[in-house]
C-alpha cells in the first residue's frame, strides 16, 4: 500500500435517493476506525475514467454513532465533482479520507441558552448531524433549525425531522427543537417567504420561532452559501454578534460551501 492510499479509505454505496434532478442523497460504509464530530465533514474523493481523482468536502448528515455515513448532495451542471458523483450506483465505491475536519462544532461555543441553526441548500447536513447527536440537545434549552430553500420540493430529510421526537433517546427533550423552513421562489404553505437576511431584518424569524436574537443568550450556526454567511454575519455582528474564536469565544459559527 502507498503512503497516499492510506491516507483514505475506500467505502461501499449503500443506498442513493434522489430528491430532486439537482439534489441527492447518499449512504456509505463507514471505516471502524473514522471518527469525526458531529458538523464535521469528510473529504470525499471519485475515480474519474481517467483514472485520476477527484476530492471535494462534504459534511456528514449522519450521527457520529451511526455505522453508515450519509452525504446529501448538490448536482452542479459540469461540476468536476458531483458529475461523477451523481452517476455512482449502489455498490460502486467512494473514496473517504480517513481524517475528519471543520469547526462547525458545539465546542466552538462555551456558553448559551438558544441555539441557532441557519441553513442554506445542502448546507443543512452538518445541522442534521448535530441534532442526531445527544449532546446539542444537553446543551442547550431551545434549538432553532432554519432552513432556506429556492423551492418547496428541495426540503430534504423532512421524514428524519418528523420522526426525531419518536427517536427514544430524544423524547425528554425534542419538545426543545422548532424547525423553521424558508422557501424563496414560491408561496409554501407551512414556510415562511424570504431569504434568511431578510427574515432576520424584519423580524420575521424571531416572531415565527418566539425567541429573540440576542449576544446573551444566542448562539448561531451558519452553513451553506457565502454570501448568506457574509449577509448573516454582518447582521449579527450589528446585533453584537461575533464569530466564536478559541482566544475569544463569541456567538457565531460558520461553514462555508464555495
Ligand atoms: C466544508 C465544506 C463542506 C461541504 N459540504 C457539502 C455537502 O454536504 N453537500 C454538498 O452538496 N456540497 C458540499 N460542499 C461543496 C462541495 O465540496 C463541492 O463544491 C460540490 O460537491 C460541487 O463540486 P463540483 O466539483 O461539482 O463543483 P465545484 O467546482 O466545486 O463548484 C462549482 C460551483 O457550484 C456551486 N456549488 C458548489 N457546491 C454547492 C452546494 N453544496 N450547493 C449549492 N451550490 C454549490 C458554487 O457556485 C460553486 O462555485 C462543501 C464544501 C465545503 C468547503
Ligand atoms: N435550475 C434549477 O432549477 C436549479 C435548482 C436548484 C439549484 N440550481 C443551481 O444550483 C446552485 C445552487 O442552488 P441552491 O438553491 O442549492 O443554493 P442557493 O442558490 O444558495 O439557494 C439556497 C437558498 O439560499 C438563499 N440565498 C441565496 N443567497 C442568499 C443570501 N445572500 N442571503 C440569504 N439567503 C440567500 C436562496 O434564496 P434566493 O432564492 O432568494 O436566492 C435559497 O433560499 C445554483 O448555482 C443554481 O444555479 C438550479
Known sequence: MTASEEKYSRQTLLDVQPLTPSLFTLRTTRDAGFRFRAGQFARLG???????????????????????????SIVVPGGEFTSELSRLQVGDSLLVDRQAFGYLTLDRFVDGR?????????GIAPFLSILQDFEVWEKFDRIMLVYSVREAKELAYQQLLAELPQREYLAEVAHKLQFISTVTREQHPGSL?????????????ERA????????????MLCGNPQMIDDTRALLKQRGMNLSLSRRPGQVAVETYW
Open 209 to 220: 420561532a418566539g425567541v429573540e436574537l440576542s449576544p446573551e443568550h444566542s448562539r448561531v
Open 114 to 122: 438558544d441555539l441557532w441553526l441557519l441553513s442554506t441548500g445542502t
Open 46 to 72: 471519485v475515480v474519474k475514467a481517467d483514472g485520476s481523482t477527484v476530492w471535494r468536502a462534504y459534511s456528514m448528515v449522519s450521527s457520529p454513532f451511526d455505522e453508515f455515513l450519509e452525504f446529501f
Open 193 to 205: 417567504h424570504g431569504r434568511i437576511t431578510q427574515l432576520i431584518e424584519n423580524g420575521e424569524l
